[in-house]
């Protein structure tokens, strides 16, 4: 079903037919507070009061003009300063930048980002895409990191390379979102048994977290995996950690309770809010990580 999924997320098709379909924006309701920005916004000044931080995502990627990517940078330096009160942060996808087309515009496009979220104090989060992208965005990162502070990159724990990605960086005073993976990789490149990522995510997390200690790293454990979360703080806990010290991020509708609980709890927890209308792809991988979403896909074809 996950495989069945992820294909699904690729064919162009569904890509263009399904976003029309009133049942499909319904369903989508689950994870998006709305597809405006207003709505992106309202809610994350309402976690806010809960003691939960925002970091927002406009949705899209793969772009092919290099025009649409300047409209996503204009949107995000207008986000930037609009959201200056709930300080939020930003999370974006290179091939939304431009990667795609020109390397080197996709660069300035997140120089001028790191610039508008330095401003107000702010964070940029690149988001790690399919393993196609994963040396260019790091390199990306690698040479934003050298001019800017306030820039983190997500790395997956899926993929074997991930302990030499973290080992490269680490010299820079990185900030990494530690995430699972959430693309179809083949198993030459990425562990393909759910059991192995998780061991591999808490490998990185505990090796990691020495130089969180250190004021060398900034780490979000971006995961909804409860489990593995305490796990790491046991860890945390042994180096002499405060609770606030462990960053924990999670999406939006997904285990709201739990983010609530760890806030509540004294760590630090942001909620990442999507917004906009390209959501199909980013939607189908939502699914593919509990093909259980599917059935409340289907209830949404019944009459409410
Ligand atoms: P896991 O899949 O083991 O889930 C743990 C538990 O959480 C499940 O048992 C279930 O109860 C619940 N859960 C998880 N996903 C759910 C869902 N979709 N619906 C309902 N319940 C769900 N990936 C990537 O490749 N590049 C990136 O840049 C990012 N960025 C990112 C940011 C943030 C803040 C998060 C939380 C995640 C990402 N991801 C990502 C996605 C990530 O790679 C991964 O696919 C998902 O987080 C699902 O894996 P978990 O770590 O939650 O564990």
């Known amino acids: 079903m996950r495989r069945l999924l992820l294909w699904a997320a690729g064919n162009r098709w569904l890509a263009t037919h399904v976003p029309r379909w009133r049942f499909a924006r319904r369903a989508v309701r689950r994870f998006l507070p709305g597809e405006g920005f207003e709505a992106a916004l309202k809610a994350a000044v309402d976690f806010r009061s809960r003691g939960i931080g925002a970091l927002l995502t ?6 092919t003009d290099l025009e649409d990517a300047e409209k996503v940078v204009q949107h995000y330096e207008e986000v930037l300063a609009a959201t200056g009160d709930v300080q939020a942060e930003i999370s974006v996808k290179p091939t939304q930048l431009g990667l795609d087309i020109d390397e080197e515009a996709a660069y300035a496009n997140l120089q001028r980002l790191a610039r508008a979220a330095v401003k107000v104090r702010s964070f940029v989060w690149i988001d790690m895409e399919g393993s196609a992208y994963t040396d260019r965005t790091v390199e990306l990162y690698r040479r934003l990191r ?14 074997y390379r991930t302990v030499s ?5 680490m010299p820079l005073k990185p900030a990494i979102r ?3 993976g959430a693309y179809a990789e083949p198993s030459d490149i990425a562990f393909a048994d759910k059991k192995e990522v ?11 977290l020495p130089e969180v200690k250190r004021h060398r790293l900034r ?4 995961t909804h995996d409860v489990d ?5 703080w046991r860890y945390a806990q042994a180096l002499d950690m405060q609770r606030a010290e ?3 991020a999670m999406l939006y509708g997904i285990r709201t309770d739990q983010q609530e609980r760890l806030a509540r709890e004294g760590f630090t927890v942001r909620d990442l809010i999507a917004y906009g209308d390209a959501w199909y792809q980013w939607y189908l991988r939502r699914l593919a990580e509990r093909p259980a979403n599917v059935w409340f896909v289907a209830r949404q074809l019944l009459p409410s």
């Open 246 to 248: 462990l960053e924990i």
């Open 228 to 232: 593995l979360v305490a796990k790491a």
């Open 165 to 169: 990605d973290v080992a490269t960086l």
């Open 219 to 222: 780490l979000v454990l971006a």
């Open 178 to 180: 530690l995430v699972k």
């Open 198 to 208: 998780d061991a591999n995510y808490l490998a990185l997390a505990v090796f990691m």
């Open 146 to 159: 050298t001019e800017h502070a306030h820039v983190g990159i997500a790395l997956q724990a899926y993929l």
């Open 58 to 63: 406009l949705l899209g990627e793969n772009i």
